[in-house]
Nanobody, 129 residues
Framework: QLQLVESGGGLVQPGGSLRLSCAVSGFHFDAYSFGWFRQAPGSEREGVSCISKSNRSTFYLDSVKGRFAISRDTDKATVYLQMNSLQPEDTGVYYC??????????????????????WGQGTQVTVSS
């Protein structure tokens, strides 16, 4: 079982940027697909972005396309989420998740697909003036 630790959250003004990191410990980093999810107060957890284990496929929530970018670094065993042009509706707790997905070119953006996988503890992102 992997252990995931998110960092990089904080308070930022609308239009600002943050880069979230998900440090992964354990083994077989390259065997896993990773997803970023967020949950705002009173709302369900939603998939923001994911990256396949091949590193060739990425998927995004429609509302963050063109603003967010997911990446993974095998040497550092870390997954990143670069978030630009942040808006108040991006506020929430952001979670990193990992799961072994057989299809190397696919990653799910549904939180249920990561059940039985690994989740981090979350990092708070607040976008406010």
């Amino acid at each position: 079982q992997l252990q995931l630790v998110e960092s990089g959250g904080g308070l930022v003004q609308p239009g600002g940027s943050l880069r979230l990191s998900c440090a992964v410990s354990g083994f077989h980093f390259d065997a896993y697909s990773f997803g970023w999810f967020r949950q705002a107060p009173g709302s369900e957890r939603e998939g923001v972005s994911c990256i396949s284990k091949s590193n060739r496929s990425t998927f995004y929530l429609d509302s963050v396309k063109g603003r967010f970018a997911i990446s993974r670094d095998t040497d550092k065993a870390t997954v990143y989420l670069q978030m630009n042009s942040l808006q108040p509706e991006d506020t929430g707790v952001y979670y990193c998740a990992a799961k072994v997905i057989l299809d190397a070119e696919y990653c799910p953006l549904i939180s249920g697909a990561y059940s039985g996988g690994s989740w981090g503890q979350g990092t708070q992102v607040t976008v406010s003036s």
